[in-house]
């Protein structure tokens, strides 16, 4: 039953006009038929009749031309409009607190205001952090219904959510991922509504250079603050996974994504030794 369930969330995303005649066929064996019936109405909407009969003559009126992309892209943009992503301060959670210098202290060895920043910065991620990876446990399967689908509405849709406060980044990372090199204009455009990390990724990723100036000055202002992996707890670490999978990743991780270099942030756990990163990713940019 669960590999089933999978399969039927999966083929949505893959789904053409030829695979329907099969799921009708499928209505009549028990178990599969009722995978298949939901199937069925949700790529169409049609309100039919879980029948062989019924769907057979929908098929032969002109379901054979029905379109599939067109209803589940208007079906997306309905649902996205009413699941908002609350999106949150990704610079506050990548970075260490201010005033704290260094990331490799142990808690229990640190001052009584330095334990104090760093339970006030656990709250906010159990708070705000945790909420926006909920909202994303109801939208990415809205969304990654139709990104395999090669057609064109597709990245005009993906188009109109770049400059989404929540759903922006993911946006944007799709689009690039499309290799959707029309796009480069609405990404920049996002970018100056919206200045994330996301969206910087993406640009760079379809060869604008000028993301990685952008990346650049992100890190400068943090030039002295090593990053928040080594004071997550267990809560926040189990976010990062699909933080990463919804294009929100440090500027750091993404400049060195895109140029395929490794700076050694990521090992920098006092200020001295994140400026000594930060300073060799801009001299690579320099030079």
């Not at 949700?42 to 032969?60: C, H, L, N, R, Y």
């Not at 952090?129 to 057609?151: C, M």
């Amino acid at each position: 039953p669960d590999l089933r369930d999978k399969a039927r969330k999966k083929i949505i995303g893959f789904i053409q006009p030829a695979h329907l005649p099969a799921l009708i066929d499928l209505l009549k064996i028990p178990g599969p038929n009722v995978l298949a019936y939901e199937v069925l109405q949700e790529v169409t909407g049609q309100p039919i009749d879980p029948s062989v009969k019924a769907w057979q003559a929908w098929w032969a009126k002109g379901g054979s031309k029905f379109d599939i992309v067109g209803h589940l892209v208007s079906d997306t943009r309905s649902q996205l409009a009413s699941h908002t992503v609350h999106p949150f301060d990704q610079e506050r959670f990548w970075y260490l607190p201010e005033g704290i210098s260094d990331a490799q202290t142990p808690y229990g060895e640190r001052t009584a205001a330095d334990q104090t920043k760093i339970s006030d910065w656990s709250t906010w991620v159990n708070s705000d952090v945790k909420r926006y990876v909920q909202d994303w446990g109801v939208n990415k399967p809205i969304l990654d219904r139709i990104i395999h689908q090669p057609d064109p509405r597709v990245n005009r849709l993906l188009e109109s959510c770049a400059s989404d406060p929540g759903i922006g980044d993911y946006a944007s990372v799709v689009l690039a991922w499309r290799a959707s090199g029309a796009s480069l204009d609405k990404l920049q455009a996002a970018y100056m509504t919206s200045p994330t990390v996301g969206r910087a990724l993406a640009r760079g990723s379809l060869g604008d250079k000028t993301a990685l100036v952008d990346l650049l000055r992100i890190m400068e202002r943090h030039r002295t603050q090593p990053l928040t992996y080594k004071i997550m707890d267990d809560d926040a670490r189990s976010m990062l996974s699909t933080l990463q999978t919804v294009g929100v990743i440090s500027a750091e991780q993404a400049y060195e994504l895109l140029c395929h270099t490794n700076f050694e942030f990521d090992a920098a756990i006092t200020a001295k030794e994140k400026k000594k990163a930060f300073k060799k990713a801009k001299a690579w940019l320099q030079d």
